[in-house]
């Protein structure tokens, strides 16, 4: 077995042990399939969003993660509360900035939460984390207009700027921090078919935060397994409505053999 | 292939070539459903309902779907801001208003946002469009009590009133524009057996609304598919949690050659 | 057929035939699956959070179920005047204090829901039951840290202190009603990687409290039920996915001869 793919399975087999507990404050329409996500990886997922408790809350969990997709203010009230707890308390933090550049409230809301507590690890598209990185890009609602590859520049920014790992998802997955880059050439078109994948790439990086300090290898673990999981659940069936059930399956009946003969990663 | 089954194909290759955004403000239980069953036709989901951004959305979106089923009052401010800007900018509205006739709250809702932005189409089962022509009707919470055409006057009285398509959805779909009717006898029992099959209705409506602007063709077209998909679906399997699945995979399958098999519709 | 079976059965048909009216307010998370799964029993389910209109649903409903799991001041408005609308009309009311013992908030809230209507069912895991007894049970978010067995004790604590049934969800699933206790064996280790299958356990119980006014084998039954189909589902495939699937046709699909061959059930 490769180094990388031995590492990968290290922190699955981390994460299976300790389930540990994933605070999630996400969207209305991936609530669902971002915790059955994490649980079949191995984790424990919560959805902890009222300013009343987020803090208590983020105070026992291994990591947080925040998913702008359906925001109002009641929820941006808890992501500030939430995300300057961990950050206090030392807990990784994960950002998906979804549909940034579509709105106003979006971008100001975004900024707002980076300037109070930076993120350790940023997911989105193209288009989002060109928009995030200031570049006013367009963006077509929550789905990139662009390919991965264009946003590299831009995530290179992010991460300087914000001292954070950038994850840019697309047909490849490029994961920046800093000089290293590492590219995830998994997955499967009809992903893009499927709500709430890019959600569940943000939900699943917080699992691997959670055991793996090294947040630029957590992230590239996070995509390697939503890729390969994602590609084995198109070849059972290459149709959307399979793709959701059969990814599940797949996440839960990872091995150690299926990352090794399928990973597609390079470093550089 | 016949005309009818040639202008639904049409409907459907535009949306799949096109990938309109659809703007939904539409309740928990479906958002996720809905917006997977938008991406497996073709169109371009997004769920967005902070009054904060609600104007700005619309303005990029190719159509706008509301759907009252777990209103609140910070739902329905963001209702009000967004059919309203959407009838500025001339941009198609359909409405769904579930569970109408159920409470005084519901009720009130729908008349101040019917009276402050017609919308384009309105779509809804017997209970509900009897209720929202102020015919008193019973509802049994967000299911109706009553065959399609039972609702078929107050379908037309709607019509009347909002100069609007109405749709009634039951065994029969009646699609209903001031003197055209259309009834759609394609569909299965078992769709009743899973949750928001209704609302999934009216947003694959928002999609056929968004690429045709005879909005009685594209509500038409979007009941067409809708049945056509679910007895696809059911005939699969049949059981309530396999047909969730199945009808999204028959969505993203459906052919020219299917629609010309099975479409049951009479024009009158 | 053994006479419990038969009481299952029987509560089961009801159900079928009389279609009850559930309200649910509950989680962001499980209300897509749990209103699929009260439609796969028979039942007619409706969420409804909004306190503008929840006691006047209420007085429509059959039962009302109150899940506390992504709870916020909003819905909590509304659970207080839907639980006490429902115990000044006589109608059944199942609580689910999710993830109590997490936060101060949620142990707020649910003291004071209960003293303000205590409900007719509790039903929660082990650390949960323990939480809402009062005896600082550790807890890890929404998931308990002991066996369903450890909790017996608070259960009839609780049972006593606030006159009701109390139910403690795990590998065995304990009912509780003063000296009454059931246990029910049935159901499948698979069944805690699937999200909200506790949620869905509450809210079934409020369907068979709609047709049986003793609440202890109303919640029994539901347990049973929950158990027989989930293990079902589990032997169809044994992945989470597939099992989220396969347990609502298991629902719909089920049959005395199954619950006669499957019943799990020690009464003491």
């Given at each position: 077995?490769?180094?990388?793919?031995q590492?990968?399975?290290?922190?699955?087999?981390?994460?299976?042990?300790?389930?540990?507990?994933?605070?999630?404050?996400?969207?209305?329409?991936?609530?669902?399939?971002?915790?059955?996500?994490?649980?079949?990886?191995?984790?424990?997922?919560?959805?902890?969003?009222?300013?009343?408790?987020?803090?208590?809350?983020?105070?026992?969990?291994?990591?947080?993660?925040?998913?702008?997709?359906?925001?109002?203010?009641?929820?941006?009230?808890g992501?500030?509360?939430?995300?300057?707890?961990?950050?206090?308390?030392?807990?990784?933090?994960?950002?998906?900035?979804?549909?940034?550049?579509?709105?106003?409230?979006?971008?100001?809301v975004?900024?707002?939460?980076?300037?109070?507590?930076?993120?350790?690890?940023i997911?989105?598209?193209?288009?989002?984390?060109?928009?995030l990185?200031?570049?006013?890009?367009?963006?077509?609602?929550?789905?990139s207009?662009?390919?991965?590859?264009?946003?590299?520049?831009?995530a290179?920014?992010?991460?300087?700027?914000?001292?954070?790992v950038?994850?840019?998802?697309?047909?490849?997955?490029?994961?920046?921090?800093?000089?290293?880059?590492?590219?995830?050439?998994?997955?499967?078109?009809?992903?893009?078919?499927?709500?709430?994948?890019?959600?569940?790439?943000?939900?699943?990086?917080?699992?691997?935060?959670?055991?793996?300090?090294?947040?630029?290898?957590?992230?590239?673990?996070?995509?390697?397994v939503?890729?390969?999981?994602?590609?084995?659940?198109?070849?059972?069936?290459?149709?959307?409505?399979?793709?959701?059930?059969?990814?599940?399956?797949?996440?839960?009946?990872?091995?150690?053999?299926?990352?090794t003969?399928?990973?597609?990663?390079?470093?550089?």
């Amino acid at each position: 077995m490769a180094q990388s793919s031995q590492a990968i399975w290290t922190d699955v087999e981390h994460i299976r042990v300790q389930a540990p507990l994933i605070h999630n404050i996400t969207n209305f329409v991936v609530m669902n399939n971002t915790a059955n996500a994490l649980l079949a990886l191995g984790a424990s997922p919560a959805m902890v969003h009222a300013p009343e408790e987020v803090e208590e809350f983020v105070a026992i969990s291994s990591a947080l993660v925040v998913n702008i997709g359906t925001l109002d203010s009641t929820f941006v009230a808890g992501m500030k509360l939430a995300m300057q707890r961990a950050k206090a308390l030392g807990k990784p933090v994960v950002f998906d900035p979804v549909g940034v550049g579509a709105t106003t409230f979006r971008n100001q809301v975004s900024q707002e939460l980076l300037t109070l507590a930076a993120p350790d690890v940023i997911r989105g598209n193209a288009s989002e984390i060109m928009a995030l990185a200031g570049l006013n890009a367009q963006t077509k609602g929550v789905d990139s207009l662009f390919g991965s590859d264009a946003a590299i520049d831009a995530a290179k920014r992010l991460s300087s700027v914000w001292s954070c790992v950038v994850v840019v998802s697309g047909a490849v997955d490029y994961i920046i921090q800093g000089e290293r880059v590492a590219a995830i050439a998994n997955g499967h078109p009809l992903m893009a078919k499927v709500t709430g994948m890019g959600c569940t790439a943000t939900a699943l990086t917080g699992a691997f935060a959670a055991v793996n300090t090294d947040y630029f290898q957590a992230a590239t673990h996070a995509m390697a397994v939503m890729g390969i999981a994602g590609e084995l659940a198109a070849e059972q069936k290459s149709a959307p409505g399979s793709l959701q059930v059969n990814f599940l399956d797949a996440l839960h009946e990872l091995t150690a053999a299926t990352i090794t003969d399928r990973l597609q990663l390079t470093q550089s």
